[in-house]
């Protein structure tokens, strides 16, 4: 596959690794949830799951727009992208060693 604009090349990875994410948090994870869990407390676990997938993507959404609100937008696209995609990875990592610690 040959891409002529980079943008392109975005949007294509951009399409894949959602559909891998959806997969995964929306359909593999609560599966997993069911089968592990006694048929008395599959409703609620699921749902908590499903409750934490959305509140991720608000707290991330909101901390996006404030990271935008810095400067203009020949920043944003030059530099201020760099810090949404620092403050994932950082809260993320905080996250996972904090469950791996435990």
């Known amino acids: 596959m040959k891409f002529n604009n ?8 951009a399409l ?3 559909v891998g994410l ?6 593999i994870s ?5 089968e592990i869990t006694p ?3 599959r409703g609620s676990l699921v749902s908590c799951n499903q409750f934490a997938i959305i509140f991720g993507m608000l707290i991330v959404y909101f901390g996006n727009y404030g990271i935008a609100l810095l400067g203009n937008d020949d920043w944003l696209y030059t530099v201020g992208w760099r810090y949404m995609f620092a403050c994932c990875v950082i809260l993320t990592t905080i996250k996972v060693n904090d469950g791996l610690n435990s």
Do not use: A, D
Not at 6 to 13: E, G, K, R, W
Not at 22 to 27: D, K, P, Q, S, V
Not at 30 to 34: A, E, F, H, L, S
């Open 22 to 27: 959806i997969l995964l948090c929306f359909i």
């Open 30 to 34: 609560p599966m997993y949830i069911v």
């Open 6 to 13: 980079q943008i392109h090349l975005f949007v294509y990875c």
């Open 39 to 41: 048929p008395s407390k």
């Open 16 to 18: 894949y690794l959602n």
